[in-house]
């Protein structure tokens, strides 16, 4: 299995340019997130869906987009990139069980944008 | 709020010294504790969570609940060792917070 899938790994845009960063997973987990991680900072919250047709905005949403059409996929879109938005980016998965999300979070190899 | 701090950005051992990264929280109800590790070039992954009581690759985690701590500790660190470390609580049916991390640099 491939587990966590993303793409592009890096990615260079100018201010007021517009992308989609790419997540699937294989796992058929329900849970998936988007993750921001800026140096000294930790992993910050973008959003997060608990299923297909369900989104919900985590910590630091502002300036960004997802959707969840389908259990696989949970793209996430940048409109008007800003310098703000360079990051490293992560998307994970989780499955769930009995009480919901069983905490153990899978990820993928992160995608590094910048913002110019 | 929910916090989680890891009071040290970088952490310098030599191999075969013992080796503690500290996490301290501040969170509502009883949170489980989770560390993960990013290796270099490799992906985030789950190094262990203080449910299972289990050592990984040597590490062990205790959870304080009356400090608030969930430090990890290996008693002889070695070169492989070396990665970013970070402290997560977790509340289910909520998301994680995760500390700002510490790298451990292993001397050899």
């Known amino acids: 299995n491939a587990g966590v899938t993303q793409t592009p790994k890096f990615r260079i845009l100018k201010i007021g340019q517009s992308m989609t960063l790419q997540c699937t997973q294989d796992m058929n987990h329900n849970y998936m997130y988007w993750y921001r991680q800026d140096p000294g900072m930790g992993l910050k919250l973008i959003y997060y869906?608990?299923?297909?047709?369900?989104?919900d905005k985590g910590e630091v949403p502002n300036g960004y987009n997802v959707s969840r059409s389908t259990t696989e996929d949970f793209p996430l879109r940048l409109e008007l990139a800003a310098p703000s938005q360079t990051s490293v980016y992560f998307c994970?998965?989780?499955?769930?069980?009995?009480?919901?999300?069983?905490?153990?979070?899978?990820f993928g190899e992160g995608s590094r944008l910048t913002v110019l | 709020a929910q916090r989680v701090t890891q009071p040290e950005k970088l952490l310098s051992v030599f191999k075969g010294a013992p080796v503690e990264l500290k996490c301290n929280y501040s969170?509502?109800?009883?949170?489980?504790l989770f560390w993960y590790v990013q290796y270099s070039r490799q992906r985030l992954q789950l190094l262990l969570r203080?449910?299972s009581r289990e050592s990984i690759k040597g590490f062990t985690a205790d959870l304080n609940k009356g400090e608030t701590s969930f430090h990890l500790k290996k008693p002889f660190a070695q070169e492989e060792d070396s990665a970013m470390y970070y402290c997560a609580p977790f509340n289910y049916g909520q998301n994680f917070v995760f500390g700002p991390g510490t790298r451990l640099s292993v001397l050899p």
């Open positions: 969170y509502s109800g009883s949170p489980e």
């Open positions: 203080h449910i």
């Open positions: 869906s608990v299923g297909a047709g369900i989104t």
């Open positions: 994970a998965s989780s499955r769930t069980s009995g009480r919901g999300n069983t905490g153990e979070l899978f």
